[in-house]
């Protein structure tokens, strides 16, 4: 954004890359933050475009994670205009979740306030929430999911468009 605010559009795990290579370069500054710590590999989008123009099977892997991030991408945007902050966290979590395959994971209130651009009053009010009904257990610094049935109900409905988008994008990524 012109002011430099910087707010979530798509969450990346081990599945993908965070970045739409094939769309650089353009005037738009993407940046891509670790949020939960682990393995992550840089690199600069020219290399990768060379070497994508030297290998057809890394092109189509490239190629189809970047689709997946771009549609990801559109279903958030509209997402965080239609649903309340508790559809959304529980839906967040769900993701970060099945992204990193546990059900506990460190993550603070600040990082949620700036994956779903609200602040961080509002994160907290909303996870205070999920809480209350048993679907989280908050921790200083991590979460656990406690309920995870009960937290998908809870979620908006884009957590499940989502997670059959990512079925169908990743499931041609292993063909």
Same mark, same amino acid.
């Given at each position: 954004?012109?002011?430099?605010?910087?707010?979530?559009?798509?969450?990346?795990?081990?599945? =993908?890359?965070?970045?739409?290579?094939?769309?650089?370069?353009?005037?738009?500054?993407?940046?891509?933050?670790?949020?939960?710590a682990g393995t992550a590999l840089k690199i600069k989008a020219e290399v990768l475009l060379n070497e994508v123009k030297?290998?057809?099977?890394?092109?189509?892997?490239?190629?189809?994670?970047?689709? =997946?991030?771009?549609?990801?991408?559109?279903?958030?945007?509209?997402?965080?205009?239609?649903?309340?902050?508790?559809?959304?966290?529980?839906?967040?979590?769900?993701?970060?979740?099945?992204?990193?395959?546990?059900?506990?994971?460190?993550?603070?209130?600040?990082?949620?306030?700036?994956?779903?651009?609200? =602040?961080?009053?509002?994160?907290?009010?909303?996870?205070?929430? *999920?809480?209350?009904?048993?679907?989280?257990?908050?921790?200083? =610094?991590?979460?656990?999911?406690?309920?995870?049935?009960? *937290?998908?109900?809870?979620?908006?409905?884009?957590?499940?468009?989502?997670?059959?988008?990512?079925?169908?994008?990743?499931?041609?990524?292993?063909?």
């Amino acid at each position: 954004m012109p002011d430099n605010t910087l707010f979530e559009v798509a969450t990346v795990g081990c599945e =993908g890359i965070s970045s739409p290579v094939f769309l650089q370069p353009t005037n738009i500054s993407l940046t891509s933050i670790c949020l939960i710590a682990g393995t992550a590999l840089k690199i600069k989008a020219e290399v990768l475009l060379n070497e994508v123009k030297k290998n057809r099977t890394l092109a189509r892997q490239v190629f189809l994670s970047s689709i =997946g991030l771009i549609s990801q991408s559109i279903v958030r945007t509209s997402c965080n205009q239609r649903h309340s902050v508790e559809e959304r966290a529980a839906a967040l979590l769900l993701r970060i979740s099945d992204q990193i395959n546990t059900q506990r994971f460190p993550l603070t209130h600040q990082k949620i306030s700036l994956m779903l651009n609200v =602040g961080r009053p509002r994160v907290t009010a909303a996870l205070g929430l *999920l809480q209350d009904l048993k679907l989280i257990d908050l921790r200083r =610094g991590a979460i656990s999911i406690l309920d995870r049935r009960r *937290l998908i109900e809870v979620s908006c409905p884009c957590y499940n468009i989502l997670k059959k988008e990512d079925a169908c994008v990743y499931q041609r990524l292993l063909d």
